[in-house]
């Protein structure tokens, strides 16, 4: 087991970093690849598929794009450098048709369609097609010593994953070959006929000409999307990509990321750490912790009532103040001794807790202190 976090960030050239939203999956992202290229002489990119495109004013930047830009970390002394980028859907899936039609004239088509611009703005899973087209290109480019990855919150971040197998699943899907079926043909056979009868009557003649008109140009696609899909899944099980799981010291972020980390574990991927984001001090937790908040929960409101007789609306005020600060403290204390420590001691993979921090992560150097700041939990027995 490794002892320091950028030690175990450092075993791979590849680091996919996945958790529930809110747990600071962009802010770790951002502080991991900052820290990196602060003590390695490495080219980093830290690249982000969240839509909600954080990692710019995280960065301090103005913008990013699919194209990677550097960042400048003025005052720190990199002994690396740094660039970052995100994925733009509109622009990504723009690039793709460029890519990967087979003339000019099929790439106009599709960029011209309606259903083009419907189906990559809205279709359920554009996103995530086109954010693993972009990554398969940006994680493969050699000129990156370290690639790390922010990954959509975890209830798309296994669409995310599973996204190569279902693209390829398209491309070679009976749907596919039914609406790139010609009206008429000899391939207009008694199975299909209901279909088009149907289709004709509610959509009318000219949107299902339209329609079958696009995805005949589309499927032309398929060959190049589907090789780079391959490549991007073999990335994704290869020994020099790792992912790292990130949750809150307590509540459902914690289950969410074990489901994470099993989940990832039956795809043959590399889980190489759990971070505890957010964590609390330990002062919280020690035995004149308990004691203090056994004598609020036992002792407090008695002595409570007999300070305060006189105004008993006081009394009920500071009473309700202790009995949350009671509830509160024995949440936490029972998410970090059931949730963190009892169920993680069985996951097999290195633990960090990140303290909260006590300055805004407004800048690269609080970002890089955030790191330092890491320290690997012990758990029971440990």
Same mark, same amino acid.
């Given at each position: 087991?490794?002892?320091s976090?950028?030690?175990?960030?450092?075993?791979?050239?590849?680091?996919?970093v996945?958790g529930s939203?809110?747990?600071g999956?962009?802010?770790?992202?951002a502080a991991?690849?900052?820290t990196?290229a602060?003590?390695?002489p490495?080219?980093?990119?830290?690249v982000t598929?969240?839509?909600a495109?954080?990692?710019?004013?995280?960065?301090?930047?103005?913008?990013l794009?699919?194209a990677p830009r550097?960042v400048?970390?003025? %005052?720190? $002394?990199?002994?690396?450098? @740094?660039?970052?980028?995100s994925? +733009?859907m509109?622009?990504?899936?723009?690039? /793709? #048709?460029?890519?990967f039609?087979?003339?000019?004239?099929?790439?106009?088509?599709?960029l011209?369609?309606?259903?083009y611009?419907?189906?990559?703005a809205?279709f359920?899973?554009?996103?995530?097609?086109?954010?693993v087209?972009?990554?398969?290109?940006?994680?493969?480019?050699?000129r990156?010593d370290?690639?790390?990855?922010?990954?959509p919150p975890?209830?798309n971040?296994?669409d995310?994953l599973?996204?190569?197998?279902?693209?390829r699943?398209?491309?070679?899907?009976?749907?596919l070959?039914?609406?790139t079926?010609?009206?008429r043909t000899?391939l207009?056979s008694?199975?299909?006929?209901?279909?088009y009868?149907v289709?004709d009557?509610?959509? %009318?003649? $000219?949107?299902l000409?339209? @329609?079958t008109?696009f995805?005949? +140009?589309?499927a032309k696609?398929?060959?190049g /999307? #589907?090789?780079?899909?391959?490549?991007?899944?073999?990335?994704?099980?290869?020994?020099?990509?790792?992912?790292?799981?990130?949750?809150?010291p307590y509540?459902?972020s914690?289950?969410?990321a074990?489901?994470?980390?099993?989940?990832l574990?039956?795809?043959d991927?590399h889980?190489?750490?759990?971070?505890v984001?957010?964590?609390?001090?330990?002062?919280?937790?020690?035995?004149?912790a308990?004691?203090?908040?056994?004598?609020?929960?036992?002792d407090?409101?008695?002595v409570?009532?007999?300070?305060?007789?006189g105004?008993?609306?006081?009394?009920a005020?500071i009473?309700?103040?202790?009995s949350?600060?009671?509830f509160?403290?024995?949440?936490?204390?029972? $998410?970090?001794?059931?949730? @963190?420590l009892?169920?993680?001691? +069985?996951?097999?993979i290195?633990l960090f807790?990140?303290?909260?921090s006590?300055?805004?992560?407004?800048?690269p150097?609080?970002?890089?202190?955030?790191?330092h700041?890491?320290t690997?939990?012990?758990?029971p027995?440990?």
């Amino acid at each position: 087991m490794v002892t320091s976090l950028l030690e175990s960030l450092m075993s791979r050239e590849r680091v996919f970093v996945v958790g529930s939203g809110g747990v600071g999956k962009t802010t770790l992202s951002a502080a991991l690849a900052i820290t990196a290229a602060l003590e390695q002489p490495l080219n980093v990119l830290v690249v982000t598929v969240d839509p909600a495109k954080r990692l710019a004013g995280t960065l301090g930047v103005a913008a990013l794009a699919n194209a990677p830009r550097q960042v400048e970390l003025p %005052g720190l $002394a990199p002994k690396g450098r @740094l660039w970052a980028a995100s994925v +733009d859907m509109k622009s990504a899936w723009d690039d /793709l #048709v460029h890519q990967f039609s087979p003339d000019q004239a099929t790439s106009e088509r599709i960029l011209a369609s309606p259903i083009y611009h419907n189906l990559s703005a809205k279709f359920i899973g554009s996103y995530d097609y086109a954010a693993v087209q972009v990554l398969a290109a940006l994680t493969a480019d050699d000129r990156y010593d370290l690639v790390v990855v922010d990954t959509p919150p975890s209830r798309n971040a296994l669409d995310f994953l599973d996204a190569p197998a279902r693209l390829r699943e398209f491309f070679s899907s009976p749907l596919l070959a039914l609406l790139t079926l010609p009206r008429r043909t000899r391939l207009f056979s008694a199975a299909t006929r209901p279909f088009y009868l149907v289709a004709d009557m509610v959509l %009318g003649s $000219a949107f299902l000409t339209d @329609l079958t008109d696009f995805f005949s +140009d589309f499927a032309k696609l398929g060959s190049g /999307l #589907v090789e780079q899909s391959k490549s991007f899944s073999e990335l994704l099980t290869a020994p020099a990509t790792g992912f790292i799981a990130i949750a809150a010291p307590y509540g459902p972020s914690v289950d969410e990321a074990h489901r994470l980390l099993e989940a990832l574990k039956t795809r043959d991927l590399h889980a190489l750490a759990f971070i505890v984001n957010r964590s609390l001090p330990g002062r919280l937790f020690t035995p004149q912790a308990d004691e203090a908040r056994v004598w609020l929960e036992q002792d407090a409101p008695t002595v409570l009532e007999t300070r305060f007789a006189g105004e008993p609306v006081v009394a009920a005020a500071i009473l309700r103040a202790t009995s949350e600060l009671v509830f509160t403290h024995q949440q936490f204390a029972n $998410a970090r001794a059931r949730e @963190l420590l009892n169920a993680l001691q +069985d996951v097999g993979i290195d633990l960090f807790e990140v303290p909260i921090s006590e300055v805004e992560l407004d800048s690269p150097n609080a970002l890089a202190a955030l790191v330092h700041s890491t320290t690997a939990a012990a758990t029971p027995g440990g």
